[in-house]
């Protein structure tokens, strides 16, 4: 009995500590797609993709689909900040 409560607990832990590690992920606001990795999405992300072609095409070869970046956020170019200056 006390060693299959060992297994359980053991178990329980294992789960305790990939769902900790995989909520300490994030991605990064420069590139506006990202690939998920893992069973349901808890993966890792790696947002390094311009373009979703891009991203689709990395993905088909190494796992896991494509996402729109959450926290992506556009850069302005100087020509539409002088013009909303003026």
């Not at 359980?8 to 992920?25: E, K, T, V």
């Not at 896991?64 to 002088?82: D, E, I, L, M």
Request: glycine share 8%.
């Amino acid at each position: 009995m006390r060693t299959i409560l060992a297994v359980i607990f053991g178990l329980l832990a294992i789960l305790a500590m990939d769902i900790q590690r995989s909520h300490a992920q994030f991605s990064s606001s420069r590139n506006p797609w990202c690939i998920r990795d893992g069973v349901m999405g808890r993966g890792n992300w790696d947002c390094s993709y311009h373009n979703e072609r891009q991203c689709l095409a990395t993905a088909s070869g190494a796992g896991g689909w494509c996402v729109p970046n959450p926290n992506y956020r556009p850069t302005r170019s100087k020509s539409k900040q002088r013009q909303q200056r003026n």
